[in-house]
């Protein structure tokens, strides 16, 4: 594998990882891998298991999630589904959760995160600390909305995730691209790359080779269109140590601009099912 870019963890610790290409994946691997990677995600900076509304970008944040939970619902409830089960992995404070619960779907989430659990449970939302807990279990429709990029045993937790899938049902994964106009144009500084919290950066041909020897098929690919714009926020302030909303939203929408020739979004939604 040859070095693809140094970058560094830009939110927490400061330390400074590099990013290899693999080219029979066509994928980047994030070196080295910590032996323990729970103090990269002791911080209220990481707002993603918070609730936090502190800062202008934690209420963008905000603002574009609860707009964007709105469509994750409407995207499962479009795959046709008996018991509407549902398994979230990765489930952060369970917000995704709460509104598939209130839509009729019955809920099960994984999350390892103490303060994000403790979060969900005031939600109402009991959620589980590992795939362990579920083994045997069927579901119709599994989710993991930016949490591929974190399993530390990536080829494994694979494994197991596609056997928790019912035959008809639907695996819906969304991740960063580092192919994207956003990647290329912020380089070490993309603040997708989340070094070391991400230990993988995927591309479409990637996810697709990792599912393939599942047997699973990828029949769509959607973008995440406001992800260019959240993204580029956090970059501007990583590469200038200071926010700028309108250079940030400028490049988020060049982004998205060139994804429609290219096809190459910020983040892709994946949905696969099994292959006959």
Not at 35 to 51: A, F, G, P, R
Not at 76 to 98: M, N, P, Q, R, W
Not at 108 to 125: D, F, M, V, W, Y
Not at 231 to 250: C, D, H, R, T
């Amino acid at each position: 594998m040859k070095l693809y870019l140094k970058t560094k963890d830009f939110s927490i610790s400061n330390e400074v990882f590099e990013l290899y290409y693999d080219e029979a994946f066509d994928m980047l691997i994030t070196k080295p891998k910590p032996k323990s990677l729970k103090s990269y995600y002791q911080s209220e900076v990481y707002i993603s298991h918070t609730d936090s509304k502190k800062s202008i970008v934690d209420k963008l944040y905000h603002l574009v999630k609860n707009y964007s939970l709105r469509k994750k619902l409407n995207l499962i409830e479009s795959f046709y589904s008996a018991e509407k089960t549902v398994l979230d992995i990765g489930a952060g404070t369970a917000d995704f959760l709460v509104v598939a619960k209130n839509a009729g779907w019955k809920t099960t989430g994984i999350e390892p995160n103490e303060l994000a659990k403790q979060k969900a449970s005031e939600k109402g939302i009991q959620l589980l600390p590992s795939l362990k807990e579920v083994e045997g279990e069927k579901y119709d429709v599994i989710t993991l909305w930016h949490v591929l990029e974190h399993l530390a045993d990536l080829e494994g937790d694979i494994e197991r995730i596609c056997q928790l899938l019912n035959e008809n049902g639907t695996l819906v994964i969304a991740v960063p691209n580092f192919k994207s106009y956003d990647a290329l144009h912020y380089g070490k500084f993309w603040a997708a790359y989340d070094v070391p919290r991400h230990l993988w950066h995927f591309s479409k041909t990637a996810i697709e080779k990792l599912f393939q020897k599942n047997h699973m098929k990828l029949v769509s690919i959607k973008p995440m269109l406001f992800d260019s714009f959240y993204v580029s926020l956090l970059s501007e302030k990583y590469k200038k140590g200071s926010q700028n909303i309108f250079k940030a939203f400028l490049t988020g929408l060049k982004s998205n601009l060139r994804a429609k020739k290219t096809k190459e979004y910020s983040s892709h939604i994946y949905i696969l099912k099994k292959s006959n």
